[in-house]
T-cell receptor, first 114, second 114 residues
Framework: SAVISQKPSRDICQRGTSLTIQCQVD?????MFWYRQQPGQSLTLIAT?????????ESGFVIDKFPISRPNLTFSTLTVSNMSPEDSSIYLC???????????FGPGTRLTVT | AQSVSQHNHHVILSEAASLELGCNYS??????LFWYVQYPGQHLQLLLK??????LVKGIKGFEAEFIKSKFSFNLRKPSVQWSDTAEYFC????????????FGKGTRLHILP
């Protein structure tokens, strides 16, 4: 398994501001994923981040709104830009450690936008 | 596109009752199937997984799931639940060789009465 930490664990932000969420893994991984879990909803994949290449975004998510960095094999950041109350959610980082697409999840960042 | 349906959004059972949570997926090719669990205040964690072989998969804490290909189903079962099984359960599917994304169902919130 992988040990994954996220910072911050929670935050309350004003509309129009941006927040950068950090994800740190205890070992090198090729693929990192960012998910959103809105209240009462399932996990929705935002983007896949591979080290050394641009992140791949899912339908409905764009780089201008959710820029992602992946500077090395153990770290990634997700920025939620120009926030609105609709961005209030839990944001989760996950990694794929195994050969069989088995993902391990971080504790999540609970974001509230007022 | 792949999708996952979980039929029960909220299930309430008494201790020692038997549990079955339904999960159906839509994808015609080879799939990897997962059940994840999120205990209150904890990380999302893998409960069990199916990649190939025996369609009856055993996971942690006495849980098992059966892959029925003809029904596109992967139902989760436990013969006798405990209060500590109170959690949210997510079914997920991945299409290996097609992409590395895992698609999640909306989750089932299980509440066990002591």
């Amino acid at each position: 398994s992988a040990v994954i930490s996220q910072k911050p664990s929670r935050d309350i932000c004003q509309r129009g501001t941006s927040l950068t969420i950090q994800c740190q893994v205890d070992s090198q991984v090729t693929m990192m994923f960012w998910y959103r879990q809105q209240p009462g909803q399932s996990l929705t994949l935002i983007a896949t981040a591979n080290q050394g290449s641009e992140a791949t975004y899912e339908s409905g998510f764009v780089i201008d709104k959710f820029p992602i960095s992946r500077p090395n094999l153990t770290f990634s950041t997700l920025t939620v830009s120009n926030m609105s109350p609709e961005d209030s959610s839990i944001y989760l980082c996950s990694v794929d450690r195994g050969m069989k697409n088995e993902q391990y999840f971080g504790p999540g960042t609970r974001l509230t936008v007022t | 596109a792949q999708s996952v349906s979980q039929h029960n959004h909220h299930v309430i059972l008494s201790e020692a009752a038997s549990l079955e949570l339904g999960c159906n997926y839509s994808y015609g090719g080879t799939v990897n199937l997962f059940w994840y669990v999120q205990y209150p205040g904890q990380h999302l964690q893998l409960l069990l997984k199916y990649f190939s072989g025996d369609p009856l998969v055993k996971g942690i804490k006495g849980f098992e799931a059966e892959f029925i290909k003809s029904k596109f189903s992967f139902n989760l079962r436990k013969p006798s639940v405990q209060w500590s099984d109170t959690a949210e359960y997510f079914c997920a599917v991945n299409a290996p060789g097609r992409d590395d994304k895992i698609i999640f169902g909306k989750g089932t919130r299980l509440h066990i009465l002591p």
